[in-house]
């Protein structure tokens, strides 16, 4: 098994910043790649940013420029550095982690609320 631990939510006005951090322990073989989902009450979860063991990245449009994910090999550990933080990117963050373990293998941690308001 693998267990996420994420911190780093909280509120924040408009324009603060914020880092999430999510740390993958327990039996991890090879991790594939680390993401951030987030979802808003009444909208589907939807991919915020992901990043590859060759520390390739990809970002959802509304956070390109606003939003960096990197990644820790080391200790496992995935960041989410969100500036400029605007009204709607309040939601619940969700940390993913894909492994190789023979097949693949995908796990989530149990999120972490962030909100944006004045």
């Known amino acids: 098994q693998v267990q996420l631990v994420e911190s780093g939510g909280g509120l924040v006005h408009p324009g603060g910043s914020l880092r999430l951090s999510c740390a993958a322990s327990?039996?991890?073989?090879?991790?594939?790649?680390m993401g951030w989902y987030r979802q808003s009450p009444g909208k589907q979860q939807e991919l915020v940013a992901r990043?590859?063991?060759?520390?390739?990245?990809n970002y959802a449009d509304s956070v390109k420029g606003q939003f960096t994910i990197s990644r820790d090999n080391a200790n496992n550990t995935v960041y989410l550095q969100m500036n400029s933080l605007k009204p709607e990117d309040t939601a619940v963050y969700f940390c993913?982690?894909?492994?190789?373990?023979?097949?693949?293998?995908?796990?989530w941690g149990q999120g972490t609320q962030v909100t944006v308001s004045s």
């Open positions: 993913n982690v894909v492994i190789r373990a023979g097949l693949l293998e995908s796990y």
């Open positions: 327990g039996r991890i073989f090879s991790i594939v790649a």
């Open positions: 990043i590859t063991s060759g520390s390739s990245a």
